[in-house]
């Protein structure tokens, strides 16, 4: 216990401009703080091996019980069906990101670490961007072991490594998307366990009235048109597109999302991500204050 | 020229609880401030507005000359903060969690590196450097909280209730790492609800009670407010009392006090152990055998009760503030029952 005489010489001047700029101080904060995530992730693997579980169940599932019975562009053969359901699991898989961030985030809220992070000099989303990024990793790895176990049952794709590559990547951004409504709800609620709860009950309707397990064309209208316009239905008609899983004959309804799904996914995308940022960084902000 | 701390008229309330009512500080640069009061007195919500976790209602602060309320991050690269709730990553290892907020501060990783190997070295941390903090002890998780504070050497301290909870030898441990701080020119607001504390490392002492602070002086000036101390006989024969009393009453500075069932007389005093020698030397003279005598010095409670009538130990209705605090005080009362903490016979 020797080196206190420091003190005056190490503190950083008053004032000083960090050494990296604004927009560089907050992508390096919020590596630091996704580097710190992920190493939580691996000192408790649980977590991640059951968010694999879920999605491996639903791919067998929905193969072998529903698969004979659902009929996709008049054909009832359980492996088109299979095509054609892959890229609605994948899409449902990364939007389970979003209970994970928010379970994490009001977690952190709870503990005196977030006192720690907010009198440090350091840029205020960090936090959160952080946390969104380690979720975005985990997300992508249980898409890997997810494909493997699809292409294991029979899936396929038809247009190319690089179109595959594109849905993969709108597939993550959605991920990354619903990732920030997830912060949102972590920090608007009491306890973590009302993280995880608040951050799955929405997805089921908003999964399920989508073109992701069944076409959407023989839903009631009302539903019929959520379902069309549903931003999650655009991200699976895109992934579907780019991975040559539109079987021959699937009628493509006439709404605009579904029309030019890659668009319509990015734009949606990009929006959440532009708009529950913004309302999570500012409620993170004032969160004690 | 305001100190390195220097507060003015800080006001916050949550709800109907007013946390701080009116709160004025200055802390000298290179001086200990003790922020001394019970449970929900608002030392808690104080220091969170020092160190802009929170805006306070009314009121305004300087710390190391920065204006708290303008310019809170400049303000951020110049304090350490180090609370009860020590503010570390459990999975993460003791050397991880220092390394992380080294390049919070803006540090080059390879400048955090090397800071938090010196850290852990210095608070003898060494050998479980690379074990997840939720393996430390409680001593331990607060000495790495207290680095973690101490990464950048910051010119101005926090430290909130460090010792709640600390078993008596990491709480002497933990003094003395303060104590070299403070020697170091660091100037620190430390909160506490322990005199003995406050007397020990402060060099003034600020007492808040229901978000206002009530009194303020060097913990002599506190101690000769609230009458000071006394000497206290317990002779071995009742007969004896009559007489002790006659003497207590030639050194004393006031009524002596009998309490005949236990045969102890009780007398305020000023003179301190030199005092106590000459009572001693004129019962001995007399021929009075005693069985115990004492020189007390005013605890806590003696110093709350004299000041606001009422006892420090009660929590009737301090509920602190907000619901934070709130839940944190409650946790701050159960360390303290587990822990009551009682000043013994100074002799």
Not at chain 1, 249 to 271: D, K, N, T
Not at chain 2, 47 to 63: C, H
Not at chain 2, 167 to 174: C, E, F, G, I, K
Not at chain 2, 218 to 227: C, E, F, N, P, Y
Request: hydrophobic share 45%; no cysteine.
């Amino acid at each position: 216990m020797s080196t206190v005489s420091d003190a005056a010489a190490k503190a950083v001047p008053p004032g000083a401009p960090g050494a990296f700029g604004l927009v560089g101080r907050s992508v390096r904060d919020s590596l630091v703080v996704a580097k710190r995530n992920l190493i939580r992730m691996l000192r408790i693997p649980e977590v991640v091996i059951f968010g694999l579980i879920q999605p491996i169940m639903f791919v067998v599932l929905f193969s072998y019980v529903f698969g004979g019975s659902i009929a996709v562009g008049g054909s009832t053969d359980p492996s088109t069906y299979r095509q054609f359901l892959m890229a609605g699991i994948f899409a449902q898989t990364v939007t389970f990101a979003t209970a994970g961030a928010g379970a994490g985030i009001a977690d952190d809220m709870h503990k005196g670490l977030i006192d720690r992070f907010r009198s440090l000099p350091m840029a205020r989303g960090a936090v959160l961007t952080g946390r969104t990024l380690a979720d975005l990793v985990q997300t992508a790895l249980t898409l890997v072991v997810l494909a493997v176990v699809a292409v294991i049952v029979g899936w396929r794709t038809h247009a190319g490594i690089p179109k595959a590559i594109a849905g993969f990547a709108l597939l993550l951004l959605l991920g990354y998307a619903f990732s920030w409504i997830g912060a949102l709800i972590g920090l608007s609620v009491r306890t973590p366990e009302a993280a995880t709860s608040g951050g799955l009950i929405w997805l089921f309707p908003l999964t399920f009235i989508s073109n992701a397990f069944v076409p959407s064309d023989n839903m009631p209208t009302v539903l019929r048109h959520i379902a069309e316009w549903n931003p999650f239905s655009a991200t699976v008609q895109a992934a579907r597109r780019l991975f040559g899983n539109l079987p021959d004959g699937y009628p493509v309804p006439a709404a605009w999302p579904m029309q030019h799904p890659v668009w319509a996914s990015l734009i949606w995308s990009l929006v959440i991500i532009v708009v529950f940022r913004s309302l999570s960084v500012r409620k993170y902000r004032s969160a004690t204050g | 020229m305001p100190g390195a701390i220097f507060a003015e008229g800080l006001v916050k309330t949550f709800g109907d609880v007013r946390a701080l009512d009116g709160v004025d500080l200055d802390v000298p640069e290179g001086t200990v401030l003790g922020l001394l009061g019970p449970n929900g007195a608002g030392k808690t919500t104080a220091v969170r507005v020092l160190t802009t976790l929170i805006k306070p209602d009314r009121g305004s602060a300087v710390v190391a000359g920065i204006d708290v309320l303008k310019h809170p991050d400049a303000v951020r690269r110049v304090i350490g903060l180090s609370g009860q709730f020590a503010a570390v990553d459990e999975y993460l290892t003791g050397r991880e969690n220092l390394r992380m907020v080294g390049q919070l501060y803006q540090m080059s990783s390879r400048a955090a590196r090397v800071r938090a190997d010196e850290l852990l070295e210095r608070f003898h941390l060494g050998d479980a450097a690379d074990r997840m903090a939720k393996t430390y002890s409680g001593g331990m998780r607060r000495r790495l909280d207290l680095a973690a504070a101490l990464v950048v050497s910051p010119p101005v301290m926090f430290m909130d209730e460090p010792t709640t909870g600390l078993d008596p030898r990491n709480r002497q441990q933990l003094w003395e790492v303060i104590q070299e701080l403070v020697a170091g020119g660091t100037t620190l607001l430390l909160t506490t609800q322990y005199l003995e504390e406050a007397d020990h490392l402060a060099h003034d002492i600020a007492v808040v009670d229901h978000g206002r602070v009530i009194a303020r002086g060097t913990s002599d000036q506190l101690k000769a407010r609230t009458g000071g101390e006394r000497v206290e006989v317990v002779v071995h024969a009742p007969e004896h009392i009559a007489v002790a009393d006659e003497v207590l009453r030639g050194f004393g500075k006031g009524e002596t006090k009998i309490e005949e069932h236990t045969r102890k007389v009780t007398v305020p005093v000023s003179g301190g152990a030199k005092l106590l020698a000459e009572v001693i030397r004129e019962l001995d003279t007399r021929g009075i055998e005693i069985d115990d005598i004492a020189l007390r010095r005013p605890t806590l409670d003696d110093v709350f009760i004299s000041l606001t009538g009422h006892a420090a130990e009660t929590t009737e209705d301090e509920t602190g503030g907000g619901e934070r605090e709130g839940e944190r005080e409650g946790e701050e009362e159960q360390e303290r029952e587990q822990e009551p903490e009682r000043k013994g016979t100074a002799s």
